[in-house]
């Protein structure tokens, strides 16, 4: 499971639905693994407007990710609407675009990257901090069946 999706989950339990506690879901016991990919600019550009950046930084303190910044980065002008590979109006020139500070922003998409779409957790559990419901993983697959005394 990609620590991306688990940005966009919260409990299935009915009486959590209305508590703030109830997201993120929380780690346990993760067992980690990284896949290498292809850095991609343009999805997080296009993903990073829709996850919630206070719940991204609680997972990614609890998974031993402690160098995200405290606010959302701002995504505007990394590639202005080309596609990976594109080339000619809005291509990038890495080396002549890059300001002083980019370098650091650069390493800082690229660590984002990584958490985001590189980081996978193979077994383990997400508890919920309202109702204490646990999900278990396992081979990357979260099971969110409850049962029916939850439902």
Partial sequence: MKILTTNFLTCAVKACKSSPASYPL??????????????NPVFLRNILPRIEWD??????????????PAEKP??????GGQAVGGQG?????????????G?????MLRELHKLLLETQ????????????HEYRIK???????????LV
């Fill in 139 to 149: 081979e990357g697959i979260a099971n969110f069946l409850l049962p029916n005394h």
């Fill in 89 to 101: 109006e809005g291509a990038v020139d890495t080396g002549a675009q890059q300001s002083a500070g």
């Fill in 26 to 39: 929380h780690f346990q016991d993760a067992e980690l693994e990284q896949a290498d990919m292809e850095y």
């Fill in 103 to 107: 370098e650091e922003r650069e390493k």
């Fill in 121 to 132: 957790v193979r077994e383990g559990k997400m508890v919920c901090g309202n109702c204490g």
């Fill in 55 to 68: 719940a991204l930084r609680v997972t990614a303190t609890e998974l031993g990710f402690t160098s995200l």
């Fill in 74 to 79: 701002d995504m505007s002008g990394v590639l």
